[in-house]
């Protein structure tokens, strides 16, 4: 049942009952950014079976390799009742039974998510899932992320798998394939490195725990549990341990470094029994400025330092570690965090004895480089208004060399996934190709979407940490110059358009002061003239119908207005924080949304007034119609709210009695109302939903194959041009959707069909049984890498327009669509009263 509050104005009679919602078949694919966009903390391959292989992503979920170097997202199936399995923690394959695959899942161990960690596990590769819930949180995406593996399976008995938890848990352990878990009492090292105990966010509080789990393969006999197990530990004091009796108890492993460090990784050489620890002073990802290498000889319990470089040369400490299985002697490791001039990876052919670097110093500040880059699969990273054109990478954990293949390896950074099959031309000829080798890994986080009315482009989108992509084709990954340039922000927040004057956009970024125009679409784009940093930062922004005023609600000051690019001012009359819109036909309108209070401005912005209150106490968002003065959509915790008269009075749709983000998009038919597209709740059930009778009734278009996690991050656009096309992507890390009716069409991005199914789990030592619960508190924070602006500025500015010709055949387009431009054959006129408007020499539309 809907609550109304008790100071409702001006709203009509209450919603009117819905039947349960019908569903439509959809087929849904990924927008291709092309290749990553986030961090790819971990990659494991399966030691005995040529193949397999797994990448896990902080905020992204996992993924499966494919033999044609594509990878297959596993997780799309993840909705609002289990959000957080989308932060991946440790990922182990089974070395034994090589269909398995196991996770620990959960993103965040402090306030920020209030779910408790889970164990999924698969016997299919992850074409299925089973879900253990956990006693205590699970961080995929907190600091220390990159570390690991925490999770191992036993390489002689594959029953019995080890994880290290976070926050002080200690050291877990199941005999069942991951089906139930004990605390292994006996191990009493729990992690002292808290990353910074004095930031005042709780994010960076938590102890960081165990860091990762090695069973020594060599020791023991198939069948029996192997008796020698490394674990590494958060602790500069104390941080490696070994059991020599299956677990049954434990000791410091005698002789270690005594520097202060934290092991970041631990890589067995069974070849040699020689282990391998990657160090660096901080926890990771973005920190890390000394760490040291060392390698601990089992056979002889003596340790060596390896560490490449000494003195002024070493900045950074050291993360992902590859050993080369079929070439005893031959190692990897990666610089953490050389972030300048780019990152560094050395090898060795002698177990660490000399080094050679994949780039060195020539004349400075020339340098000498030993591979190339080949980013065609996700060419938006070779940008050359970046400082380094073609990085090899920063926050690079991951490191792995195929266990069958030594031309072939791969290593994850915060961006994507580099790697290449020509490794060993290293050794011999000097040089090597180092390719983007992450198609089908969109790990983005996405803040805006817009389907724009000028049909020159499909989708335009604000993306963190990458800024945001004009994409004129869903299914070719995005070229530099499809970002947004002059000024380029490391994260765009929100985008607005003109209803009037379509191809104008407007943009604001993450930094104080970030805001941007555009007169041709975001072909081009120049800083507003009061972009300074004395402006304001991130939030909402709206821009009016003839592009002449932009009222921007920041996260910092308040909501502030331009008018013809003049200064900023303040809008008092409105709250701060507030969501803002523009009318899209009538110039002097703007609406805001506060909670649940409803706000009209008649004056361009100068002043607001409240006019309603609406139901529930969360507003989500406003949606203007673009083709009719005054109608105006707004969504709250209480569902889906229309007004005919400017915002002076609302009715209830029927049918949602929860609604977050929405859009409105082209009619089912010629003259219809705009097709609507929400994530709502109908009949109890939380999903994405679509009306063509303005809210009478709604089919669910999505399955359970695609989930789209927390329902509240989403962001939804609806096509302007193409009845029926959803585009969704959030905070949840899976980039952008875009979804069309179809037939035979279950089964999203994956080839396989996805389920869930949760277990109970054995909390303590002497196995208490615990029930599952959930909940659906959304995050609403990511931690991921950021770039420096570029703050050069270029203005373009193209002059519209309004032309009446007609066609000799008669024939007329309707509103937004094409009109002319260079090589246009359709119609010229315009259903009236629109008339065409020139945009440029190549595209004309109907306003």
């Known amino acids: 049942m809907v609550r109304y509050a008790a100071a409702l104005v001006a709203l009509a009679a209450g919603p009117l009952l819905a039947a349960s919602a019908a569903t439509e078949c959809y087929k849904w694919k990924n927008v291709k950014i092309g290749g990553g966009g986030g961090f790819v903390d971990g990659i494991v391959f399966n030691p005995t079976a ?40 440790a990922i182990a394959t089974d070395p034994i039974d090589t269909n398995r695959v196991v996770m620990a899942v959960g993103l965040y161990t402090n306030e920020w998510d209030p779910n408790m960690g889970s164990i999924l596990r698969s016997t299919d590769r992850g074409a299925t899932w089973s879900a253990t819930k956990l ?95 490394f674990v590494g530990v958060a602790d500069k004091s104390n941080s490696i341990w070994v059991s020599t009796n299956g677990g049954s108890s434990w000791s410091l492993v005698s002789g270690q470094p005594s520097q202060s460090y934290l092991p970041h990784k631990g890589v067995l050489s069974p070849s040699d029994k020689m282990l391998y620890i990657t160090y660096s002073d901080g926890a990771g990802p973005y920190d890390g400025t000394l760490g040291a290498i060392w390698k601990y000889s089992i056979t002889a319990g003596t340790w060596t330092d390896i560490t490449p470089v000494t003195g002024s040369d070493l900045y950074y400490g050291f993360g992902g570690f590859a050993v080369d299985l079929k070439k005893p002697g031959t190692i990897m490791v990666a610089a953490l965090n050389a972030w300048w001039p780019e990152g560094l990876i050395f090898r060795s052919t002698n177990s660490g004895s000399t080094w050679s670097r994949i780039w060195e110093w020539g004349n400075y500040p020339d340098r000498i480089k030993h591979f190339s880059i080949d980013s065609s699969l996700a060419p938006w990273l070779s940008d050359p208004a970046d400082e380094v054109p073609e990085p090899l990478g920063w926050m690079m954990e991951s490191m792995v060399i195929d266990p069958f293949n030594s031309d072939h390896w791969l290593y994850g950074t915060g961006a994507t996934v580099y790697g290449g099959r020509d490794l060993t031309k290293w050794d011999t000829v000097g040089n090597i190709t180092i390719k983007a080798l992450a198609d089908g890994i969109e790990e983005t986080a996405i803040l805006d979407l817009l389907s724009p009315p000028s049909q020159h482009v499909k989708l335009v989108s604000s993306v963190g940490d990458i800024n945001g992509f004009i994409h004129d084709n869903l299914d070719t990954p995005r070229t530099s110059a499809s970002q947004f340039h002059n000024p380029k922000f490391a994260t765009t927040f929100s985008l607005g358009y003109a209803g009037n004057k379509p191809l104008n956009y407007v943009r604001v970024g993450g930094e104080a002061g970030n805001i941007a125009l555009s007169t041709d679409g975001g072909v081009s784009w120049y800083s507003h003239p009061q972009s300074t940093s004395t402006t304001g930062s991130n939030g909402v922004v709206s821009y009016s119908a003839n592009a002449d005023t932009i009222v921007w609600s920041t996260t910092n000051i308040g909501v502030i207005r331009s008018t013809n690019s003049g200064s900023f001012t303040t809008i008092s009359s409105v709250p701060a924080n507030a969501y ?213 500025t270029s203005r373009t500015t193209t002059t519209s327009s309004r032309t009446t010709t007609t066609t000799a055949s008669g024939a007329q387009q309707t509103l937004y669509g094409q009109c002319g431009g260079i090589g246009w054959t359709g119609p010229t006129a315009c259903v009236p009263p629109a008339a065409c408007v020139v945009g440029n020499p190549y595209y004309s539309q109907c306003l």
């Not at 990448?55 to 799309?76: K, Q, S, V």
């Not at 729990?190 to 938590?206: K, L, M, R, V």
């Not at 229309?642 to 038919?669: C, E, I, M, Y």
Request: proline share 4%; aromatic share 10%; with cysteine.
């Open 50 to 89: 040529s193949g397999i292989a797994y990448a896990r992503t902080d905020i992204g979920g996992a993924y499966r390799l494919n033999a044609d170097d594509t990878w297959t997202p596993m997780l799309d199936w993840v909705d609002s009742t289990n959000w957080n399995y989308m932060g991946v923690d």
């Open 135 to 229: 006693s205590f949180k699970v961080g995929g995406n907190m600091p220390g992320r990159g570390m690991g593996e925490r999770l191992a399976i036993d390489p002689n008995l594959n029953s019995i798998i080890y994880f290290g938890a976070r926050s002080g848990n200690g050291l877990w352990k199941s005999t069942d394939y991951g089906a139930t878990w004990a605390k292994v009492t006996s191990f009493t090292s729990a992690g002292t490195f808290i990353p910074n105990p004095s930031d005042p966010s709780s994010y960076q509080h938590d102890i960081v725990g165990i860091a990762w789990v090695t069973f020594d393969s060599t020791s023991g006999s198939k069948g029996a549990a192997t008796p020698r197990i």
């Open 580 to 792: 803002v819109a523009a009318d899209r036909r009538d110039n002097t309108v703007f609406y805001a949304l506060s909670g649940n209070k409803f706000y009209v401005s008649k004056n361009t912005g100068s002043t607001f007034t409240q006019t309603v209150t609406l139901g529930g106490s969360t507003g989500y968002k406003i949606v203007p119609n673009p083709g009719t003065t005054g109608d105006v959509w707004v969504s709250t915790d209480a569902g889906l709210f229309r007004s005919t008269n400017t915002g002076t009075s609302f009715t209830q749709v029927s049918g949602p009695t929860w609604a977050a983000h929405f859009d409105l998009g082209a009619p089912k038919t010629s003259g219809g109302y705009w097709s609507i597209a929400a994530m709502a709740t109908i009949d109890g059930k939380k999903a994405l939903y679509r009306s063509d009778d303005a809210g009478a009734s709604w089919v669910q278009i999505n399955d359970a194959t695609m989930g789209f996690g927390t329902a509240e991050s989403n962001r939804i656009a609806v096509d302007y041009s193409q009845y029926g096309r959803v585009f969704i992507g959030g905070g949840n890390g899976r980039g952008i959707f875009y979804g069309v009716p179809g037939t035979g069409c279950s089964g999203g991005t994956s080839t396989t069909t996805t389920r869930t199914t949760t277990t109970t789990t054995t909390t303590t030592s002497s196995r208490t049984t615990t029930t599952s619960s959930r909940t659906t508190t959304p995050s609403t924070t990511t931690s991921r890498t950021t770039t420096t602006p570029v703050t050069t």
